[in-house]
């Protein structure tokens, strides 16, 4: 009977690589539309998609972090990104809310203390949640899903492998590339592998990181280090150069200093050259100070790195198909249209040179690139003015262009509060920093994208008492040269 079994199965190989040999031979592809990644961009197209009565498919699989950590449907936001982020930012606020209640009039025994463990394994189980609600949105709106890693076989075919390391050849006539990014690590760093973690980490621990030193200067760094803090871990962040590369200087120099008064603690131009463990199962970390010209160690029970992303293309074959990517950083390169090299090969999201690293933009271009393929629509996405906000313990929110990134467009004389100084003021940029930033900034974000001048901006009037009226009342320029210190209502 087994070696019939055994017959009977490989019968049925043979069979089931025929029907897709004959497909090919067909000329029909099997899937109008096939999504490589699961994650926000790649499943709002495939259900906008799915909504023109098209035949999709979505094809996602994650591969374990370097320290084995690994997640379901949804991509870096929900998992392992923007969600739990903010919900530990929120657990790192209420933390700060209990110490100011007694000034309030609560009776609140001090210190208060938090538990890792309570906090994480909630934050898991809402990740979870959501990982089964996208599962059962697919499934409504008939959207074929495959737990498999995919690889170009040809510009029409994919070829998905299971964990297990089972086969399935899917065709498609249209192909969306939307794998997003995973965090770097610094290989050339001895110990940095084996004994670092990175955000693909650190919301899954079920046990608190203790004493934490994050290494980077990115918004994911702060965040972390910010929440860490707010929840009582004794953190440090090291930073080689600049914080917050990108956004507005003087915010990012904002930031870095309150969240110093809030108690994190920071290695400036400093950078790390070896990690060791210990015996007592502690990680010493040697670094050294280009200001001092030092080398200097410290231990800590978990090190991060927060060293900027890499697009998650090595396993794609995208060489054996043509589509063409940027050198330096791995990206795939995209028009306006988000079409690549290839015919009928599109890619979105944090994958695409030059677009921002940002959920909303990635889901808003996923959902057009399906109306332009399927529902008669001409429309491109917008990627100029787009807000965004860093929830570090005080939140910076912004929209438009920093002022360096103002003043190298339109030159310093023709500026003002990033404004331009001629004909309307039209703002070019608007930066806040305070409680609520992100709520603050998206109301402001409709302005802007409308065009907003200045002085209509003066003409609004704030809702008193809110932090997001004050920037109805800003008279005070740094060309001016007076005080913009606020000294009352």
């Known amino acids: 009977m087994a070696t ?27 899937y109008d539309l096939l999504v490589i990644g699961g994650g926000s961009g790649g499943l709002a197209c495939a259900k906008e998609a799915a909504q023109f009565g098209r035949k999709v498919a979505v094809l996602d699989y994650v591969e374990p972090s370097p320290q084995g950590t690994k997640w379901g449907l949804g991509g870096t936001c929900v998992n392992v990104g923007c969600i739990p982020k903010k919900l530990m930012h929120q657990a790192a606020l209420l933390g700060s809310a209990l110490k100011d209640a007694q ?54 075919t994919i070829r998905g492998l299971t964990k297990g390391g089972k086969e399935t050849i899917v065709t498609a ?23 670092g973690i990175t955000s693909d980490d650190l919301f899954w621990l079920k046990e608190s990181p203790g004493k934490t030193l994050v290494v980077g200067a990115s918004y994911v760094s702060l965040e972390c280090a910010g929440f860490l803090t707010g ?15 990108g956004f507005d200087q003087q915010m990012a120099s904002l930031v870095t200093e309150h969240m110093e008064c809030y108690g994190t603690k920071f290695l ?16 010493q970390v040697t670094w050294k100070n280009t200001d001092l010209g030092t080398e200097e160690t410290d231990c800590f029970d978990t090190v991060m790195w927060a060293v900027g992303r890499a697009p998650d293309v090595k396993t794609l074959n995208l060489d054996a198909v043509g589509v063409k990517t940027n050198s330096e950083t791995g990206k ?7 079409a690549t090299s290839v015919p009928h090969i599109y890619a979105i999201g944090d994958i695409t040179e030059g677009r921002p690293e940002l959920t909303p933009t990635a889901i808003a271009a996923g959902k057009l690139l399906a109306r ?118």
């Open 4 to 30: 019939l079994w055994r017959r009977r199965e490989r019968l049925l190989g043979v069979s089931g690589r025929l029907c897709r040999t004959v497909r090919a031979l067909s000329g029909k592809n099997e």
């Open 372 to 489: 332009r393929l399927f529902g008669q629509s001409s429309e491109l996405m917008d990627y100029d003015n787009v807000p965004t906000t860093v929830f570090t313990p005080l939140e910076y929110g912004c929209v438009g262009l920093s002022e360096e990134a103002a003043v190298q467009c339109y030159g310093s004389d023709n500026i003002e509060m990033v404004c331009l100084r001629e004909r309307e003021q039209r703002i070019l940029g608007l930066h806040f920093i305070g409680p609520n930033a992100g709520e603050v900034i998206q109301g402001f974000a409709l302005g802007i994208k409308c065009g907003a001048t200045y002085p209509q901006l003066m003409k609004t009037v704030g809702i008193h008492p809110t932090c997001a009226e004050e920037i109805t009342k800003l008279h005070i320029t740094k060309r001016s040269g007076l005080d913009a210190t606020v000294t009352g209502c």
């Open 103 to 156: 000034h309030y009039g609560w009776n609140i025994a001090q210190p208060v203390h938090h538990t890792w463990s309570v906090m994480a394994q909630a934050v898991q189980n809402y990740v979870k949640s959501l990982n089964w609600g996208h599962r059962v949105q697919l499934q409504d709106k008939k959207v074929k899903y495959f737990n498999m890693k995919g690889s170009f076989s040809d510009p029409h």
């Open 173 to 195: 006539e249209n192909i969306v590339i939307a794998t997003g990014g995973r965090p770097k690590y610094p290989t050339h760093i001895a110990g940095a592998l084996a004994y």
């Open 268 to 283: 400036k131009r400093c950078f790390p050259t070896k990690v060791e463990k210990l015996e007592s199962n502690k990680l």
């Open 231 to 245: 929840i009582g871990l004794d953190t440090t962040v090291m930073m080689r150069s600049i914080p917050l590369r």
């Open 332 to 338: 795939i390169i995209v028009d306006a249209s988000e």
